[in-house]
């Protein structure tokens, strides 16, 4: 109920003027997102990787509405990514981008477009991209698009989404030698037709999709905090021999630092998710729907002011 009225809170722009206008809310950004600035994304993906972690990079946005407005975002990770490669934090970085700040909503063409240019600017960097996975509505044309990116960039990573009755079947035609795979329980609100309501449906799908890609060919990222998912994670590992190089483990940017420290001391690869940039509204929202407990320190941020 709670997750419901945050998540149609997201898509609120009067609220969005309210929390965005609030003082306190600089407090709470700041433990999930980097900073405003392409330097601020620089500066936490150099600590992350001193620490030991992986990283990949979101330039914060979604919904984007103009061509110009694509494009800009477009611009700002060619830059991110010249950035990155001079400062030599690839390979250990990348990005991951939403088909939806590129242009998806009025005109894919554009949206792919734009996306090819950011792989571009990766393989010159000599890092990848993947694909964030955005509401049910834009999955057909996420996963087309990635197919078509893949053609001449091979490593373009897709998120598949637990929550979605589709995904067993996404994750066994992903499942293949050379693809990268990022698995999630899933973020948006959904209805019913299309996805599992329950945590224990949306748990149990998450750990068949996980049995999928740990024995498939490909390169499973198992984005998740959920302990016991990560210890499933572990175990499947083990039982089918897949070594650092062959898997990873994701979590986002300030979301269970310990853990992520802990599985980096046990020897797996981790990446951390790190957003950055002004347009953090809807990202943070997605964040307070997961986890309730999240408003109480958005509340004693409020109170302590
Ligand atoms: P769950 O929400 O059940 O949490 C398990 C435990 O983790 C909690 O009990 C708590 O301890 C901790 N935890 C989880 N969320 C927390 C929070 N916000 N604050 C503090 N603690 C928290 N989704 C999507 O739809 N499309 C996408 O492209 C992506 N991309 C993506 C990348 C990466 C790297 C990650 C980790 C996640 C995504 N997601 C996503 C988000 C994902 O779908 C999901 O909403 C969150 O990861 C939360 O689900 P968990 O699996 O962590 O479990």
């Not at 001449?152 to 079947?169: F, H, I, K, W």
């Not at 996805?195 to 390169?219: F, H, P, W």
């Not at 630092?257 to 790190?274: D, I, K, M």
Request: net charge negative; charged share 25%; aromatic share 8%.
């Amino acid at each position: 109920m709670l997750r419901s009225v945050i998540l149609a809170a997201s898509r609120s722009s009067r609220v969005e003027q309210l929390v965005a206008t609030a003082p306190f809310s600089r407090d709470v950004v700041r433990r999930f997102v980097a900073g405003a600035q392409t330097a601020d994304a620089l500066r936490v993906t150099r600590e992350l990787v001193d620490g030991g972690l992986a990283v990949t990079l979101d330039n914060l946005g979604e919904d984007t509405v103009t061509p110009e407005q694509a494009t800009a975002t477009r611009d700002e990770y060619l830059t991110l990514l010249r950035q990155l490669a001079e400062a030599e934090l690839t390979p250990g970085a990348e990005v991951s981008v939403k088909l939806s700040a590129l242009g998806q909503a009025f005109d894919e063409q554009l949206a792919y477009d734009n996306a090819r240019a950011i792989c571009a600017a990766a393989d010159a960097a000599r890092t990848t991209v993947t694909l964030d996975m955005e509401d049910h509505t834009t999955t057909d044309s996420t996963l087309d698009i990635l197919a078509k990116l893949r053609k001449d960039y091979p490593s373009t990573g897709a998120v598949l989404q637990a929550y979605l009755r589709r995904t067993e079947s996404d994750c066994r035609e992903l499942a293949s030698a050379g693809s990268r795979v990022r698995l999630c329980k899933g973020a948006y609100k959904e209805p019913e037709s299309v996805a599992y309501q329950s945590t224990r449906e949306v748990d149990k799908s998450y750990v068949r999709c996980l049995n999928i890609l740990m024995s498939g060919d490909g390169y499973p990222m198992l984005a998740t905090h959920d302990p016991r998912l990560i210890a499933i994670g572990e175990d499947r590992a083990r039982w089918f021999d897949r070594g650092p190089e062959r898997f990873e483990f994701q979590m986002l940017y300030g979301i269970r630092p310990e853990e992520q420290a802990r599985l980096v001391g046990e020897g797996y690869t981790v990446r951390t998710y790190v957003p950055y940039g002004d347009d953090w509204y809807g990202y943070l929202m997605r964040r307070l729907a997961e986890r309730p407990a999240n408003l109480a320190f958005f509340a004693r941020a409020l109170a302590s002011r």
